[in-house]
């Protein structure tokens, strides 16, 4: 089936951008809003977007005018009766969708597609309740939908299979690449993403680390673009909130309950860019921890003896002085700090250090750290450049603890045979900007050492989610390196 007019219902932060795409790959486009004035905010969205990509010189002028031009603008769902597809992108509330596929199958032909662009909710319970449900599936765009490449077709169990094969062809001829799933809760991305950035979120409410310190140790240490906090702004807290919601009641996986910090901002109408003020805004966001001015001072490196020396040789070459009698004696990662400084004479002088790529240095002070070393520590990292991020001396710190449960639910996710190896590491790859896929991470990190890290955690944290998937121990067991491609 080929489609050349399409609808797009709700210009909000996903909608306008769905329109934006197909309106450049050429189609007419006719998007739908609830009222003048939030049509007004989508015309202003889309206004917005293509200015900015004419600002790059990624757009021509001309090009912006005829884009826009393929896009008509209404508030009447009526106007809907002759598109071959529509792609809805209202809020992620399922009673509210259910009512407007409803309509949908009324208003348009019955050879129509109708897709929603749900990031969670059963496509099938959709379907079911239109006289069509053959020819409903999901289309899930990523955000920003004009610049993210992926888009995950769902089917269901009722789907015309036809149905499919066309919607992921079109996907194709919008400069998307599509992964063709099944219907559940938060398919392969969001299943993969949200639960970590839901844990981003409960590693802050314990005081682990402060917001910045967790958003620079994902971007800087890992290579992800954007850190938890930044991208749950860029989501907008409540759609995420109404996510994990959806994702905790099919899986009654307690890490998927909503953080009750995203609960109470999405109260409070802290709802990210949407609103002006999420996490980060005008008027600043979470609080997080004051930091003391120290006089720099002589420090000592223990552990880890080719990285520790590193790191010695990099505090001398600065000019510092290591000595017997330090102000800081610097850990290098092997936990719990605690029961290494509890070793020495003076315990509130050690910190642990993790250093994770070559920019970030996490520091993990323990319950006797004092300030006045954990100020030092973080002030000497600084001056041999390295992102310091401290932390307090909890198994994975920050970067393990929130990349090492994500890597093992995608051991499960695949182990499961909801989706290939390649299929997984593609979705993460094109639908948030990693710079690698789960499986390509694990094997650069080395199996054992997620393995192990997730011991650790699951020790210390006793979340029965931690656990190394079954398949990942297996495969350590049995000193193999890489995942079977099946
Ligand atoms: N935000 C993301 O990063 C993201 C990514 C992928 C998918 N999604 C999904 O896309 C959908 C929309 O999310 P969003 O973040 O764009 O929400 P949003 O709140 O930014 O936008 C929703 C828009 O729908 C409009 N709307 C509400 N009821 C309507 C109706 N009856 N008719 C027409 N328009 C109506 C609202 O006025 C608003 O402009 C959700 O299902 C969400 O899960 C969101």
Known sequence: MAFERVGVVGLGTMGAGIAEVFARAGLRVI????????????????????GKAVDKGKLAPGQRDEILGRITLTTSREDLRDVDLVVEAIPEILDYKISLFKDLDRICEPGTVLATNTSSLSVTAIAAATGRPGRVVGMHF????????????????????????????????LGKTAVA?????????????????????ALMELGVAGRDDIDAAMRLGVGLPMGPFALLDLIGLDTAYEVMGVLFDETRDRRHAPSPLLRELVTAGLLGRKSGRGFY?????????????????TFKVVGYEDEGDGLAERLRAAGFKSSEEPDVVLRLADRPVIEHAVRLPDPARMVGVHLVGDQVAELASTAL????AATAARDLMKIVGLTPVPCKDRAGFVVDALLFPYLNDAVRMYDSGYASIEDIDAAMRLGCGYPAGPFEMLESFGLARVRDGLRALYTEYREPAFAPAPLLDQLVTADVSEFPRR
């Open 31 to 50: 998007g739908v809003e609830a009222d003048a004035e939030a049509l007004a905010r989508g015309r202003g969205h889309l206004e917005r977007s293509t």
């Open 281 to 297: 805004g005008a008027s600043g966001g979470a609080p997080h921890t004051k930091q003391a001015k120290s006089r720099l001072g």
């Open 142 to 173: 990523f955000n920003p939908a004009p610049v993210m490449k992926l888009v995950e077709v769902v089917g269901t169990v009722v789907t015309e299979p036809g149905v499919v094969a066309d919607v992921t062809a079109l996907a194709g001829r």
């Open 181 to 201: 799933v099944g219907d559940r809760a938060g398919f392969v991305v969001n299943r993969l993403l949200l639960p970590y950035l839901n844990h981003a979120a």
């Open 369 to 372: 750290t004092s300030e006045h």
